[in-house]
T-cell receptor
Framework: GAVVSQHPSRVICKSGTSVKIECRSL??????MFWYRQFPKKSLMLMAT?????????EQGVEKDKFLINHASLTLSTLTVTSAHPEDSSFYIC?????????????FGNGTRLTVT | AQTVTQSQPEMSVQEAETVTLSCTYD???????LFWYKQPPSRQMILVIR??????QNATENRFSVNFQKAAKSFSLKISDSQLGDAAMYFC?????????FGTGTRLKVLA
């Protein structure tokens, strides 16, 4: 089956530093990947849609200069949290679809727990 | 606005029994897809079942089945013969395009 690998699974960083999270589709090509944020005991909130070879599309209220997304290849998208602050601490999950149509099920990475001290 | 509502924050079921998780959604679209995802303590999101809105037949996957009522905009998940491994957060999701809209989730506890 389609596998999405996300790395790192956990990261602790100091306030003011930047953190990069990688999302890879291991056995399929993903033109589009999605980045979600999940607060404790809450649902998944779509942050942005990552498009290979073009700029990401950010959801309303998500700072694009804060959360930099790069989708340089069909198998890799990265999310960089710049100048992280404690309020950025959260669980970040990436996902990708193995199919070509919008209704193809999403396959999720294992998530990254970010803690900013 | 397109929304997905899961009115049961938490549910419990005895092992081997049947439980139904509810989900309603609001949309003006006629063509869309609905999904149930499971998130166990590992936090890995796992697809449980999907339903295409233009299909009247309810989807089934082994012990999992849905009751899709398009007119009522309802999409409930029935888990039969519940197992301890079914304990998880369950999220209902709706998508008319490439964007998935998730409900707030239902935590399912399975009692031995």
């Amino acid at each position: 089956g389609a596998v999405v690998s996300q790395h790192p699974s956990r990261v602790i960083c100091k306030s003011g530093t930047s953190v990069k999270i990688e999302c890879r589709s291991l056995d399929f090509q993903a033109t589009t990947m999605f980045w979600y944020r999940q607060f404790p005991k809450k649902s998944l909130m779509l942050m942005a849609t990552s498009n290979e070879g073009s700029k990401a599309t950010y959801e309303q209220g998500v700072e694009k200069d804060k959360f930099l997304i790069n989708h340089a290849s069909l198998t890799l998208s990265t999310l960089t949290v710049t100048s992280a602050h404690p309020e950025d601490s959260s669980f970040y999950i990436c996902s990708a679809s193995a199919g070509s149509s919008y209704n193809s099920p999403l396959h999720f990475g294992n998530g990254t727990r970010l803690t900013v001290t | 606005a397109q929304t997905v509502t899961q009115s049961q924050p938490e549910m419990s079921v005895q092992e081997a029994e049947t439980v139904t998780l509810s989900c309603t959604y609001d949309t003006s679209e006629s063509d869309y897809y609905l999904f149930w995802y499971k998130q166990p303590p590992s936090r890995q999101m796992i697809l449980v079942i999907r339903q295409e809105a233009y299909k009247q037949q309810n989807a089934t996957e082994n012990r999992f089945s849905v009751n899709f009522q398009k007119a009522a905009k309802s999409f409930s998940l029935k888990i039969s013969d519940s197992q301890l491994g079914d304990a998880a957060m369950y999220f209902c999701a709706y998508t008319p395009t490439y964007k998935y809209i998730f409900g707030t989730g239902t935590r399912l506890k399975v009692l031995a």
